[in-house]
C-alpha cells in the first residue's frame, strides 16, 4: 500500500517509490507536514514536530495552548490572517471584505489510481495498481468553503503530485484572490534554490543561488509560461551535484501565468510554494462552484540532480505525453522556415523534399506562410485558406505531390492569434484580447484571440480542423508568437475581468485537447517563439516542443542540456541550420551541428538544395546514424557529465534501460593550446558488464569506464564534437 492513514497519531504517510512524505491532523484539525525525503519505514511520529513547536512572540490560535501557533507550525495548506505570517497557499475575500478563513480538517479517503483533473492537463496512470491517490476534506465551517487537497503516490518513481479543489458550499460568493497547489515547509533553510530561466532564443539557462532570509522567487505575468522562466524550480542541499545530494523537485503542469517561491522565515525553514500566479488574478466562486488549481509534480532524489531529471524524464515521457507518439519513434523532418522564411512556391517546396528524400528524410515541414496573403508578418493569422499565389493547387495538391516523392507532409499554424490586417479581424474585432477604449497593443503586428470565450474556441477548432481534414497532413506545428497584454474579455462581467488569463488557458486546453482527440494520427509539435512555452501542460496535448528559436549548435548545448533538468529528449525538437547562424552569424562545423541536433527530435532547417555533394554525403551519414540511434536518444535514460555552464566542454550520455547500449556525447566550443590530457569518466552503465566503443579495438568493462574513464582525444580547432557508440559485448547479454 502506498497510502496508509494511522487512526492512532491521526498521521498520513505516502509512500512513492524510494520516498516517504508524512503529514499528521494536528491539534485543532490544523493539516501538519511533518516530512518528505527518503522512504522512513516506521516513522514515529509524536517525536516529528516537537522540534517545530515554539512558545514565541507568535500569536496563539487556542489561547489555552501557547504552543500552537500557526506560525511555526510546519503547515500543507496555509492561510493567512490566524497566527501564521507567512506566504498563504490561497487567500479569499468574503462578501464582507474580510479575507481571514480558516480550514480544518474534515475527512480523507485512499483510494487506488490517479483521478483526472477537469479541464486541465495533468500525469495518469494506466493501470490503478500503479498508484494511489489521497484526498484530505478541509473546511471552513463558518462560509461552507471547502478545500480538498489532493496527493497522488505513485508505486514505482519517486514522484508525488499535488493538486486543489476549493469548493463553495456556503450560501455566500466568494472571490478567491489566490488558489496555489501547493505549499510545503521544510525544517531547514540551507538549501540552494535551482530555476531555468533566460530569453526568447536563450531559453532555461541554469540558475543556481543559496537561498537567504525573505522570498526568492520566479514567475511569468505574460499569459505563457515564457521564455523568462519555466514552471519549475527545485531545492538543493548545499552539496547536492548531478549524483549525489538532497534534490526536491517541483514542477507546474500549467503552461500561463505561474509562481513558484521559496521563503526562509525567522526560524530558518523554509516554505515552498507554487501555482497560478496570484498577481492581477482572482475568481469569483459562486455556491456549490468549485476551481480547480494546475497539478504540481514534485521528485524526491537522494542521489543528485541527475536522478531526479530522470524521474522527470520517465514521468513525462510515459505518463503525461499521450497518443500515438508518446511510444513512437519521432520522424526526422525539414523544416522550410530558415531555408525560405515567407518566399517560397510550390516548386520550391517540391525542389527541397525532393532532396531530402534522397538524404534519408521522412517528413517535410511547411513552416508560416502558406496561408491569407502572408508574405511577410503583417498580416493574415486569423484567415486559415491557402495562399494560391503560392501554392496554386492548395494544400492537398502539395501534401499529395510530398507524399509522392516520398515524405510525409506536416504544416505551420499559428492558431491562437489573428492579425489587425485579416478577414477575421475585419468580421470580429472584438475577438481579441483586449480591453474596451485602450490601446491593442501588438506584437510582431498581431493580437491574440480571446479564448476564454466559447465562439472563439470553436472557430479555430473548426478552422484548423477544416484545413487537417482537408489533406493528408501527418505533423502539425502550433506556434505562439507573442505575450498577451491589455489583458481583459469584454465577453465577461466587470468582476471576472482578472480571470481572463486563466480562462484563456482552459481555453487553449479545450481547444488543444479537441483537435488532437479529432487527429489522433498527427504529430503535433507545439512551439511559442521557439521555446516560450515549453511546459508540462502543453505536452499533455502535444509530445514535442520547438526547443528554440536559436539553432546555433553552441548555444543550443546550454538551451538543451538545461531544458533535460526537467524534459526528456524525446520532446526536444532539434535541427541543424544553415551556417553561418541566422541568429548569431557564427559558423560552426556541420558534424557538430549534427551531433547537437542529434540529441533530440532531429531535423533540418536549412535549404537542402544548397548542400555540396561532399554535404549531402555527410547529412545521409547523419541520417542513417540517427536512425540507428533515435530509439536510444528519444527513450533512453539521459546522465548528464560536463555542464556547458560550467566551461568550455559539455557532454551527457543516452542509456537503454536494459544498460546494454550508449551514446556518448562531447563537445568542446574553444581550441584549448597544448590541451591537458583529459578522461571522462561515464555513468549509468551496468559495471559487471563488457562493452565495445566506436573506433576502439579493446572490450572495457563497464567500471572501467565509469570509474577510470574513456580518453578524450586531442581535438584541433574550435566548435569540436564528439560521439561514442557503446554496445555491450553480446557475450554479456
Ligand atoms: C516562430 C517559430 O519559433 C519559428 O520556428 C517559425 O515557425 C516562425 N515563428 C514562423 O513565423
Redesign the pocket.
Given at each position: 500500500m502506498s497510502i496508509t492513514f494511522d487512526k492512532f497519531t491521526d498521521s498520513f504517510h505516502l509512500q512513492a517509490g524510494n520516498t516517504s512524505y508524512i503529514m499528521q491532523v494536528f491539534k485543532k484539525g490544523y493539516l501538519a507536514h511533518l516530512y518528505w525525503g527518503k522512504k522512513i519505514r516506521k516513522p514515529v511520529i509524536d517525536e516529528m514536530l516537537l522540534l517545530m513547536l515554539r512558545d514565541s512572540f507568535s500569536a496563539n490560535t487556542d489561547s489555552s495552548d501557547e504552543m500552537l501557533s500557526l506560525d511555526t507550525l510546519p503547515q500543507e495548506y496555509p492561510a493567512y490572517g490566524n497566527t501564521d505570517f507567512r506566504t498563504p497557499a490561497y487567500s479569499i475575500q468574503l462578501e464582507n471584505g474580510s479575507t481571514i478563513t480558516d480550514l480544518r480538517y474534515e475527512s480523507h479517503t485512499i483510494s487506488d489510481g490517479k483521478p483526472t483533473l477537469l479541464g486541465l492537463p495533468a500525469t495518469y496512470v494506466e493501470s490503478h495498481d500503479e498508484a494511489q491517490t489521497l484526498e484530505i476534506v478541509m473546511r471552513d465551517s463558518l462560509i461552507g468553503l471547502k478545500v480538498i487537497l489532493s496527493y497522488t503516490a505513485f508505486e514505482n518513481l519517486d514522484v508525488i503530485t499535488r493538486s486543489v479543489r476549493l469548493v463553495n458550499e456556503g450560501s455566500t460568493n466568494l472571490k478567491l484572490l489566490r488558489a496555489l497547489s501547493m505549499s510545503l515547509d521544510f525544517n531547514k533553510s540551507n538549501y540552494d534554490f535551482m530555476n531555468l530561466s533566460g530569453a526568447w532564443a536563450r531559453e532555461r539557462h541554469i540558475e543556481r543561488n543559496a537561498l537567504s532570509s525573505g522570498n526568492k522567487s520566479i514567475e511569468s505575468r505574460r499569459g505563457a509560461s515564457s521564455h523568462q522562466h519555466n514552471p519549475f524550480i527545485a531545492l538543493l542541499s548545499g552539496d547536492a551535484n548531478e549524483d549525489h545530494g538532497d534534490v526536491y523537485g517541483f514542477s507546474l503542469v500549467y503552461s500561463g501565468n505561474f509562481l513558484a517561491q521559496a521563503e526562509i522565515d525567522q526560524y530558518q525553514t523554509t516554505r515552498v510554494s507554487m501555482g497560478i500566479n496570484p498577481f492581477d488574478f482572482s475568481w469569483l466562486l459562486k455556491p456549490n462552484e468549485e476551481f480547480q488549481t494546475p497539478e504540481v509534480v514534485m521528485v524526491y532524489s537522494s542521489e543528485g540532480i541527475g536522478e531526479m531529471s530522470r524521474t522527470y524524464h520517465k514521468l513525462y515521457r510515459t505518463r503525461l505525453c499521450r497518443g500515438e507518439f508518446r511510444d513512437s519513434v519521432r520522424p526526422i523532418l525539414v523544416?522550410n522556415?530558415?531555408a525560405t522564411?515567407f518566399n517560397f512556391n510550390a516548386e520550391k517546396i517540391e525542389a527541397i523534399a525532393k532532396v531530402g528524400k534522397d538524404l534519408g528524410i521522412e517528413l517535410f515541414v511547411l513552416?508560416?506562410?502558406w496561408f491569407g496573403k502572408r508574405d511577410n508578418?503583417k498580416s493574415s493569422l486569423g484567415d486559415w485558406t491557402v495562399d494560391l499565389k503560392k501554392l496554386p493547387k492548395g494544400i492537398n495538391n502539395l501534401a499529395n505531390s510530398i507524399n509522392t516523392i516520398g515524405l510525409e507532409f506536416g504544416l505551420?499554424f499559428?492558431p491562437e492569434m489573428i492579425s489587425p490586417d485579416s478577414d477575421l479581424y475585419k468580421a470580429n474585432p472584438d475577438w481579441c484580447i483586449h480591453v474596451p477604449n485602450r490601446t491593442r497593443s501588438q506584437a510582431?503586428n498581431q493580437l491574440v484571440l480571446d479564448l476564454s470565450r466559447e465562439d472563439v474556441c470553436n472557430y479555430i477548432i473548426n478552422a484548423v480542423g477544416s484545413i487537417l481534414s482537408s489533406a493528408n497532413i501527418s505533423y502539425v506545428?502550433w506556434?505562439m508568437?507573442r505575450n498577451i497584454t491589455e489583458i481583459g474579455s469584454p465577453s465577461l462581467p466587470a468582476k471576472r475581468q482578472r480571470e481572463t488569463a486563466h480562462r484563456y488557458m482552459l481555453g487553449l486546453y479545450k481547444v488543444m485537447n479537441s483537435i488532437t482527440k479529432s487527429f489522433p494520427k498527427i504529430l503535433f509539435e507545439s512551439?511559442?517563439?521557439?521555446g516560450?512555452r515549453f511546459d508540462p501542460g502543453l505536452l499533455f496535448y502535444m509530445p514535442q516542443v520547438?526547443t528554440?528559436?536559436n539553432t546555433d549548435a553552441v548555444e543550443r548545448l546550454k538551451i538543451q542540456y538545461g531544458t533535460s533538468i526537467v524534459y526528456p529528449a524525446s520532446t526536444m525538437g532539434a535541427h541543424v541550420s544553415a551556417v553561418p547562424n541566422h541568429q548569431l552569424n557564427r559558423n560552426t562545423s556541420l558534424k557538430m551541428r549534427g551531433d547537437v541536433a542529434m540529441c533530440g527530435n532531429f531535423g533540418y532547417?536549412l535549404d537542402l538544395t544548397k548542400f555540396s555533394d561532399d554535404e549531402k554525403e555527410e547529412v545521409k551519414s547523419q541520417i542513417l546514424k540517427y536512425k540507428d540511434l533515435r530509439k536510444l536518444i528519444q527513450f533512453g535514460n539521459m546522465y548528464r557529465l560536463l555542464s556547458p555552464f560550467e566551461g568550455n566542454e559539455s557532454s551527457w550520455m543516452y542509456i537503454s534501460e536494459d544498460k546494454t547500449e550508449a551514446l556518448v556525447t562531447y563537445f568542446r566550443v574553444l581550441a584549448v593550446p597544448n590541451a591537458p590530457i583529459r578522461k571522462l569518466k561515464l555513468k549509468g552503465l551496468d559495471s559487471n558488464m563488457d562493452y565495445s566503443i566506436t573506433d576502439k579495438k579493446n572490450i572495457f568493462g563497464g567500471d572501467d569506464l565509469m570509474y577510470s574513464g574513456i580518453d578524450i582525444p586531442n581535438l584541433f580547432g574550435d566548435y569540436q564534437s564528439m560521439v561514442w557508440i557503446i554496445k555491450c559485448n553480446p557475450l554479456d547479454k
Open positions: 523544416n522556415w530558415e522564411y513552416d508560416d506562410g508578418d505551420w499559428e510582431r506545428k506556434d508568437n512551439c511559442s517563439g521557439g516560450g520547438w528554440s528559436d532547417e
